[in-house]
């Protein structure tokens, strides 16, 4: 089956530290891959995602390779920001039967401080 | 505005009462999904609807039912709320390109079961 396994949570940084989340999955196709981030009080919004294996994604200082040999996405950042605290979720979509819909994983609590 | 928007955004319920969340949407997309957020497991899916005529099982739609009014309006009904079913909600909708299937977010219905 399809499933996504992302590193627990929380996670606790000062400003400007580096980031990473580790995100692994399994595929019974040729996944794309996505990483949601949810801010507090909000619904979840795409941060970046990729298609096809090698490709990074990249958004708000975010990036994410698909890795395919290792089946992972994990997603990094070079200097994290107060603004950054949020939930981050890894994602995969693979097409059956011609419908396509997501699987996620649980979800890393990040918080960042002053 | 939104392009995908909730009510109610906040429900308090008492159990065996019948509810039902509404969703609806500008974005002109065929798909949308109703998953539902616990803490700690991530968001999983309770329906989705890939047009007006379809409806599909997720993978835990037992104790709920949907309706799909119109494209842009999708309702999640709980029929005989009951405690366990105290979550936040939330409605997506996508429509798939060439590569990968994007899910929009609502803000989430945060529904409380007495």
């Known amino acids: 089956g399809n499933s996504v396994t992302q590193m627990e949570g929380p996670v606790t940084l000062s400003e400007e530290a580096f980031l990473t989340i580790n995100c692994t999955y399994t595929a019974t196709g040729y996944p794309s891959l996505f990483w949601y981030v949810q801010y507090p009080g909000e619904g979840l919004q795409l941060l970046l995602k990729a298609t096809k294996a090698d490709d990074k994604g990249s958004n708000k200082g975010f990036e994410a390779t698909y890795r395919k040999e290792t089946t992972s996405f994990h997603l990094e950042k070079g200097s994290v920001q107060v603004s950054d605290s949020a939930v981050y979720f890894c994602?995969?979509?693979?097409?059956?039967?011609?419908?396509?819909?997501?699987?996620f994983g649980k979800g890393t609590k990040l918080t960042v401080n002053p | 505005d939104a392009d995908v928007t909730q009510t109610p955004r906040n429900r308090i319920t008492k159990t065996g009462k019948r509810i039902m969340l509404e969703c609806s949407q500008t974005k002109g997309h065929d798909r949308m999904y109703w998953y539902r957020q616990d803490p700690g497991l991530g968001l999983q899916l309770i329906y989705y609807s890939f047009d007006v005529k379809d409806i599909n099982k997720g993978e835990i739609s037992d104790g709920y039912s949907v309706s799909r009014q119109a494209q842009a309006k999708f309702s999640l009904s709980l029929e005989s709320a009951i405690p366990n079913q105290t979550a936040l909600y939330f409605c997506?909708?996508?429509?798939?390109?060439?590569?990968?299937?994007?899910?929009?977010f609502g803000p989430g219905t945060r529904l409380t079961v007495l």
């Open positions: 994602a995969l979509s693979v097409s059956q039967g011609g419908s396509e819909k997501l699987v």
């Open positions: 997506a909708t996508s429509d798939p390109g060439l590569a990968g299937d994007t899910q929009y």
